[in-house]
């Protein structure tokens, strides 16, 4: 009997037993988009009626994806009647039990000792018994295309490799951390005079003679630094001079900014004067003037054969279409995995009420889930882990939800979220409730959080987020709200970042950020690390009700107007609140063609006319109203406890305090109360400003405790007593995942 004679058996049988639902049992043997046709063959005989739910059952086991599987407007269930994918599950058999795979896998038995001495010469001998080699030609598997000269994130053309469930690393050195560089010779960037003379004084300084080899300098080009730098030992030197530049080296690199990473092909080495030149071309240029103004630049590279030289690490010879790997274990009985598929594993097109439920998703080279358009479909309970590119997508529809679900190792952004009308300010209303995400800007190392939040009326609530190199949450739009979220060690790799970022907008209104954990933020440079960031005249967001725990600047806010922070709590940050005027003294303010024109972004929205006017009467008249200040902010009711400033104005703000409403401010520093005024320049609090009224004995004044990550207040709490009369309580047991259908444990 064929697979499809057993599908419509079971199909018959299910009908036979229930008439209200029909229900078919895939196999890793079959495919899905042989369910898919068959559901849509029996609807179309009337077979299944559309009163019917329709269940399509995974078995436990690994289902591999050559292709995205797509469901389109046909295959769309009802708001009674959904139609459900889902894994097989029983008290034996547990969720995820399914496991979609955008990739191939590779046997163990594929994987064979180097016997070829010419190959083992390149190795450091000190590896050779623990490198193997697949042919990847014997396993009928095709060769895959180079790197292009210059991208960001994942590369441009698969594969990965994953052992275990876990991404490896590409060969690379060093094998962990940065090397750095102080001297740019050229910035790949079109010369001026200015330029050019830093480069030749560079130069100079160096003892070396540099001219770009075969490229117009008068366009932007590749650039060239000096990598004999101090920090490097000769065996470091030694080994750079082996690299083969014919097999192709990538450098990985924050080239200027520490918020801009990218990866950038090397065009030769000059061994003897110590330069590496470059093929590909950034941005921002080489070693240019960064944001902090650190001299030093930093940059790893990666696809070195000769750097095979740790456990987990492998190479790809897309010459001969050989894979080399150094196994961090045993490789008998372990899953060895190429993720080859670049599009999306699912792809929901335009269709309503359909589930996927306690699945995997991943490994894979591209996006795990993407839907576009519809309504009601839910992700639920599933782990998506592994990607190259992207969770989760939310891109158009309404009412789209993700619920309960883990990500993690993934190549950029975890959860993706894009709906409503911004014109007619109507909402999309999707939802992420209740997610795990960790480890996410895993490729894409900057602006890639756990979510992108854009659109209109959309909702990131209570979900767990934490480990990634840059932001947690980019968001932009209206009205969105961002609640009773957990979020922690993130901002790990980046400087002039911040957990959650938005900016260059006076559009995007409404948003609130509100019952919040936000803690243990960024790395040594707490100047760089903010927890909240609007930048550059963002405008319109409110901020209440969360608590900031060593996070750094905690509220920061460049140069917007009519934003409000109100009971917060602030614990050990640098600065609870920060508000600057850059856009009274930085000449990119307004100005179209460099990111800000942020006049041309609310004519597009027809901002001085309804829906625009009646919702946001300050901002259709804004450019009346010295549209360059930080006007009407509010920060009241904040209770700031051992910060190293509670507030933050530059001279310009200070001079329009008037127009910025500070009240009903707590302030604790060594265990006192502190005026709550603003006097000094930078506002920061001289010893002078304390009062001798003694607070506390002990260093948490009166939470349950800060060393179990609890700040509800004691009953007896001194803080109490003291707090205005309307300070919300904080719903602090309500922040983060908690156990629910979709989620069986925490």
Known sequence: MTRIALICYATFFALSVCLCAAEFHLTPKDSL??????????????????????TVYLAPGKYFLSKTFELKKEDSGTEKNPAVYRSETSSDVPSFGANLIGGIEIPASAFKKIDDPAILKRLDPAVHDNVFVADLNALNIPGMKDWGNNFRGRPNAPPELFFNEEPMTVARWPNEGWTGFK??????????????????????????????????????????????????????????ARWSIEDGVWLCGYWTHDWSDEILKVASIDVKQKILTLLGVHGYGIGGQSW??????????????????A??????????????????????????????????????????FVRFQDISFGPTFGSGIDIRGGTKNAILGCRIFDTGQHGVSLNGGTTNLVRGCDLYNIGSTGISINGGDRKTLTPGDHRAVNNHIHHFGRLSRTYSGAFSLHGVGNIVRNNRIHDAPHLAIAYGGNENRIERNEIYNVVQETSDAGALYTGRDWTT????????????????????????????????????????????????????????AENNIFVECYQGISLDSR?????????????????????????????????????????????KAPLGCIFQRNVMIDCKQWIHLDGNVL???????????????????VENTVKSDDAKLPEKEKTQQKFVAEIEPGFVGIEKQDFHFKPDSPLLKILPKNFEPIPFEKIGIYVDEYRKAL
Not at 33 to 53: F, L, M, V
Not at 208 to 232: N, S
Not at 292 to 309: H, P, Q, T
């Open 655 to 673: 001079k329009l305090l008037e127009r910025t409403d500070l009240k009903d401010n707590i302030i604790v520093a060594d265990n006192l109360v």
């Open 311 to 352: 456990p987990g690490e492998w190479y790809l010879d897309r010459k001969a279409n050989r894979l080399f790997f150094y196994p961090p274990k045993d490789l008998t009985g372990s899953s060895i995995i190429l993720s080859t598929l670049e599009q999306p594993l699912i792809l929901l097109n335009d269709v309503n």
């Open 183 to 240: 001297t740019p010779l050229d910035s790949g960037m079109p010369h001026d005079e200015k330029a050019e003379e830093a480069n030749k004084k560079a130069a100079e300084k160096a003892g070396v003679q540099f001219v770009h080899p075969g490229t117009d300098t008068a366009k932007r080009h590749g650039g060239a630094f000096l990598y004999d730098e101090e920090t490097l030992k000769v065996r470091d030197l030694e080994r750079i």
């Open 292 to 309: 902090a103004g650190y001299a030093e630049r930093r940059y790893f590279a990666l696809n070195l054969f000769e750097e095979l030289d």
């Open 509 to 564: 209104q409404g948003n609130v950020i509100e019952e919040n954990y936000i803690h243990d933020l960024g790395t040594s440079d707490s100047h760089g690390t903010m927890g909240v960031y609007l930048d550059d005249c963002d405008c319109g967001d409110t901020i209440r009700r969360n608590v900031f725990y060593k996070a750094s600047r905690a509220v920061f806010i460049g140069g917007g107007r009519d934003n409000i």
């Open 33 to 54: 988009e042989s369910i898919r046709d068959t559901i849509r063959e029996a609807r179309k005989a009337g077979t299944i009626k559309p009163d019917e739910t329709v």
């Open 583 to 627: 856009g009274m003294s930085w000449k990119q303010w307004n100005t179209s063609g460099d990111g800000w024109n942020l006049e041309e972004k609310a004519n597009a929205l027809n901002y001085k006319n309804p829906p625009w006017s009646e919702r946001y009467p300050k901002l259709a008249t804004l450019l009346e109203n010295e549209p």
